[in-house]
């Protein structure tokens, strides 16, 4: 039986240092890290510094994307006089005549209701013949599949400049021009190609197996899609439906051809071109900002009604 022989750390022959040692090498606990850091992510220098940066940055957006809306809210209740004198100064006292002259003298409310009117019939007319589209691209093999797909694509990189005129003379000839279903139907085609682009991506991601098993029980391909497949697509249609209301909602050149004589059958964008010039003879500035901040609050509000539900769309295929 052989015994381990001396540390060579310790000098043989004294026990007390020997003895010191050992109680140290015992209690010792484990080394900590150079430079006081507790070693988590983010908590170093470099980890503070980014922190600062994008903060500032976050904040910086906020105030590019938030200014514009509060300025104009804020200058909407000054007279024009004040708002010539010093636009950047809080109204001493609230002129809701503005808002009584943009809603009833400038026509921003029928405007307001011409635009719901066409953008509800637009979004869900985009809505419904852009999922079934996109429904039966993704889901089913056909001769002709990707061609058609790929032609949907397309029409996303078209600018839509290059075609007004040629759409002028074909809504003249169908007899469309100043009306609101042949305005729904130049957005419901102007909407598609996104929409079957963005919906055929969803559908891939749905799991086939409960298309499958509806299937078997009996169910038509038409139940399939809109009592299976259709609910489970919803956080993606909130998504869509909203990209294709604020595109809709702020569209100005296609309703510039479309409504050309009848201002009555005016949309909320052509209302405000109107009253802008308007504005430059008779000099009514809190009356133009009242109109824009009624334009905005109707994409705001549909903004936080559904935000949870956009953001679930768009990372809905991440997640998969």
Known sequence: MTSAGPSPSLRPGDPAETAVALTKGTTAGPA????????KPGSGEGGRT?????????????????????WAVMNSFKSSGA????????????HW??????????DIGQYTINSV?????????????????????????????????FLF?????????VALVPLF???????????????????????LPFTVFFMAAFFRTLPGSIAEAAEIDGASHTRIFFQVMLPMAKPGLISVGIFNFLGQWNQYLIPQVVHVGDTDKYVLTQGLANLAAQTGYRGNWGGLFAGLTLAVLPILVVYVVFQRQVQAGLTAGALK
């Open 50 to 70: 980014l922190n600062v940066f994008s903060h500032a940055f976050l904040i910086l957006w906020a105030v590019m994307a938030a200014g514009p809306l509060l």
């Open 83 to 94: 708002i010539l004198e010093d636009p950047w100064s809080l109204p001493t006292r609230l």
């Open 169 to 191: 003379f074909v809504m003249k000839n169908f007899t469309l021009l100043d009306t609101y279903h042949g305005l729904i139907l130049v957005y419901i085609a102007y909407s």
């Open 97 to 106: 005549d503005n808002w009584s002259f943009a809603w009833n003298e400038a």
């Open 117 to 149: 009117i066409v953008v509800t019939g637009s979004v869900v007319g985009t809505m419904l013949l852009g999922s079934m589209v996109a429904y039966v691209l993704a889901r089913y093999e056909f001769p002709g599949n990707r061609l058609i797909y």
């Open 153 to 161: 694509v397309g029409g996303m990189a078209f600018p839509i400049i």
């Open 32 to 39: 900590e890290p150079q430079g006081g850091t507790t070693g």
